[in-house]
């Protein structure tokens, strides 16, 4: 089946704007996970969803950053009031929370995101 | 919190040589998962193998083997007959045994030359 999907696969935004990526799941996956992959910090966990709810958002690495699921599948990551810092490649990830703790994760291709 | 360190930035292989990438981590937990993904330049992270840290034998997946010591809280990926497609970044990850969130090391760069 299809895998994991994102969108836009690349972006470029001025600082200042508002910027809204999307994920889609591998389909029948529960738990869906956002990293943020940058040359100064490696790859960075963000967020981690469990059906719509976020357990643990610890990861976010500023209020600008947001993050939801609806209906169990697709999770938007918002940016808000973008700055350079902000430029990163960002990874979504989905498993199926099936409560076995040795899924595997599925990646999908990244989002690259240039601010300006 | 765990760290993940790669100690090679870069590596360069010939074809259908053999290459060991290395990996170190620290961490207090006594049971935990570890990982190899590989990503090409397509961006996507593909699992390439996995490990359980309460078994003691080593996990192989084809070509590739790990060498799991985990008194040493080492853990290298062995890549055997190296192929031009194996050309790709590598990470080595953690995860905790009751955790979700992979910890990432920073990555080596694996040239494979024909």
């Known amino acids: 089946g299809a895998g994991v999907s994102q969108s836009p696969s690349n972006k470029v935004t001025e600082k200042g704007k508002d910027v809204e990526l999307r994920c889609d799941p591998i389909s029948g996956h529960t738990a869906l996970y956002w990293y943020r992959q940058s040359l100064g910090q490696g790859l960075e966990f963000l967020i981690y969803f469990q059906g719509n709810s976020a357990p643990d958002k610890s990861g976010l690495p500023s209020d600008r950053f947001s993050a939801e699921r609806t209906g169990g599948s697709v999770s938007t990551l918002t940016i808000q009031r973008t700055q350079q810092e902000d430029s990163a490649v960002y990874l979504c990830?989905?498993?199926?929370?099936?409560?076995?703790?040795?899924?595997?994760?599925?990646f999908g291709p990244g989002t690259r995101l240039l601010v300006l | 919190a765990q760290t993940v360190t790669q100690s090679q930035p870069e590596m360069s292989v010939q074809e259908a040589e053999t290459v060991t990438l290395s990996c170190t981590y620290d961490t207090s937990e006594n049971n935990y998962y570890l990982f190899w993904y590989k990503q090409p330049p397509s961006r996507q992270m593909i699992l390439v193998i996995r490990?359980?840290?309460?078994?003691?034998q080593n996990a192989t997946e084809n070509r590739f083997s790990v060498n799991f010591q985990k008194a040493a809280k080492s853990f290298s990926l062995k890549i055997s007959d190296s192929q031009l497609g194996d050309t790709a970044m590598y990470f080595c990850?953690?995860?905790?045994?009751?955790?979700?969130?992979?910890?990432f090391g920073k990555g080596t760069s694996l040239l494979v030359t024909p």
């Open positions: 990830a989905s498993s199926l929370g099936s409560g076995s703790l040795q899924e595997t994760q599925y």
């Open positions: 490990q359980e840290a309460y078994k003691q």
């Open positions: 990850a953690f995860m905790k045994i009751d955790g979700y969130a992979l910890n």
